[in-house]
């Protein structure tokens, strides 16, 4: 049976702290210890600040490009500038909307800088440097305190051609993203040519329905579902080829 619960009980997150200690201390202290076979979604947001990937904007030096951008648009010129400092490049930018490329491949808006949830008022919050090993290193965290579990770091996107957002994976450990249907058989005989799930991405959008942005459970357990064990998965494998991608 497959069930999905939040972790509650998470204080502040603070550069320095443990995740994976805190985060396996709150799921016992709730009644619902890890266990071997979870997954364990972490949202971003603490993962980046436990690594202090907190900047302070007024500590920000601003490019001339971002103090022009941000005063025809009415924006934050300090953020602007992380943004770009963020990116890889910018795919889109319509009005004050900057969608672009972040150093680790992703494709979203404003390259993931967030000031929501931040800490405090003037902060803002960067995506993880590296999240596969922020992954990693939850999860060997939590191997440690006893949970075989898999572990993906979640983060909100938007997607082409659809309103409003989901969450899906920017980071993983320990299980494959991707469960492949190609080369098997539909019940009528049609073999899949192309079929394949982003699990990961499911995964990380189902554990977002118990934890939420008002609701200060950033963790979520899933409980049931079957992963495939996968010691070098990582989610550059589902990051599009320039070569393949028919939009860029």
Known sequence: ??????????????????????IAGAAAAAGTPLADGDVVVVTSKIVSKAEGRIVALDSVEVSPFARQFAERWEKDP???ELVLQE????????????????????????????????GGHGLAVLLPVDPDASAARIRSGLKARGADAAV???????????????DIAIGIAGMQPVMSYIGQVDPHGHEFRVQALCVA???????????????????????????????????????????RDLFR
Request: proline letters at 6%; a negative charge.
């Open 1 to 22: 049976m497959l069930s999905i619960f939040g972790v509650p009980g998470l204080p502040e997150i603070v550069p320095g702290s443990d995740l994976a200690s805190m």
């Open 78 to 80: 300090a953020v602007v």
């Open 87 to 118: 990116s890889r490049r910018v795919v889109r930018q319509v009005g004050p909307i900057l969608i672009t490329e972040t150093r680790h491949g992703f494709i979203c808006a404003n390259s993931g800088v967030d000031q929501s949830s931040s």
């Open 152 to 166: 993906i770091i979640s983060d909100t996107f938007g997607r082409p051609w659809r309103e409003a957002q989901t």
């Open 201 to 243: 991405d499911e995964l990380a959008g189902a554990a977002e329905l118990v934890k939420g942005n008002l609701s200060r459970v950033p963790v979520a357990v899933i409980r049931g579902h079957q992963w495939e064990p996968d010691e070098t998965g990582t989610m550059q494998s589902i990051i599009r080829d320039t070569e």
